[in-house]
T-cell receptor, first 113, second 112 residues
Framework: ETGVTQTPRHLVMGMTNKKSLKCEQH?????MYWYKQSAKKPLELMFV???????ENNSVPSRFSPECPNSSHLFLHLHTLQPEDSALYLC????????????FGSGTRLTVV | EDQVTQSPEALRLQEGESSSLNCSYT??????LFWYRQDPGKGPEFLFT???AGEEKEKERLKATLTKKESFLHITAPKPEDSATYLC?????????????FGQGTILTVHP
């Protein structure tokens, strides 16, 4: 357990479904991130929330919608996804005022059928 | 734009056979270089942070080094449990939130 908890661990959804991924941290971090990890590709930054404000949306399609209600929780709402969206979705958190890397969750393995 | 390239893509070693992984980077104002280990189906696990050229960090059989253009992860006398994907990432000093840019990783397999 890293201190960053993601649920669910696995998700299978049809292209017309709506689902949400959840991320929770109680490390006192004030920035949270969504990354997408596809096979044989580098981790792709999707969204960044700094002090609960979205500061980056890395050209992500609108079928992905993030939400950060407070500094401990982050959601990724999914709707009308495509099969190519199947991937491991990773949440991470960090402290903005300290040099250092991120703490990652275990990820949600998403399969779009 | 920041770039990180890791080599080789995959590395197979016999137990006890030492080797090195490479991470070449281009970044505007390096704030830090990070090494992570990722096991299948799990999130990346933090290993090291290096901040300036010449710096070295060690942990068990792993040693990370940094120059102005690249970093090496040296693995001494590896064991099968060292098998994993090793990720390198750079953090530039220009963003307020400390954006990390990752390489594609090196898949390490250590055979008994």
């Amino acid at each position: 357990e890293t201190g960053v908890t993601q649920t669910p661990r696995h998700l299978v959804m049809g292209m017309t479904n709506k689902k949400s991924l959840k991320c929770e941290q109680h490390l006192g971090h004030n920035a949270m991130y969504w990354y997408k990890q596809s096979a044989k590709k580098p981790l792709e930054l999707m969204f960044v929330y700094s002090l609960e404000e979205r500061v980056e949306n890395n050209s992500v399609p609108s079928r992905f919608s993030p939400e950060c209600p407070n500094s401990s929780h982050l959601f990724l709402h999914l709707h009308t996804l495509q099969p190519e969206d199947s991937a491991l979705y990773l949440c991470a958190s960090s402290r903005l005022d300290r040099a250092g890397g991120y703490t990652f969750g275990s990820g949600t393995r998403l399969t779009v059928v | 734009e920041d770039q990180v390239t890791q080599s080789p893509e995959a590395l197979r070693l016999q137990e006890g056979e030492s080797s090195s992984l490479n991470c070449s980077y281009t970044v505007s104002g390096l704030r830090g270089l990070f090494w992570y280990r990722q096991d299948p189906g799990k999130g990346p696990e933090f290993l090291f942070t290096l901040y300036s050229a010449g710096e070295e960090k060690e942990k068990e059989r792993l040693k990370a080094t940094l120059t102005k253009k690249e970093s090496f992860l040296h693995i001494t006398a590896p064991k099968p449990e060292d098998s994993a994907t090793y990720l390198c990432a750079v953090q530039e000093g220009g963003t307020s939130y400390g954006k990390l840019t990752f390489g594609q990783g090196t898949i390490l397999t250590v055979h008994p």
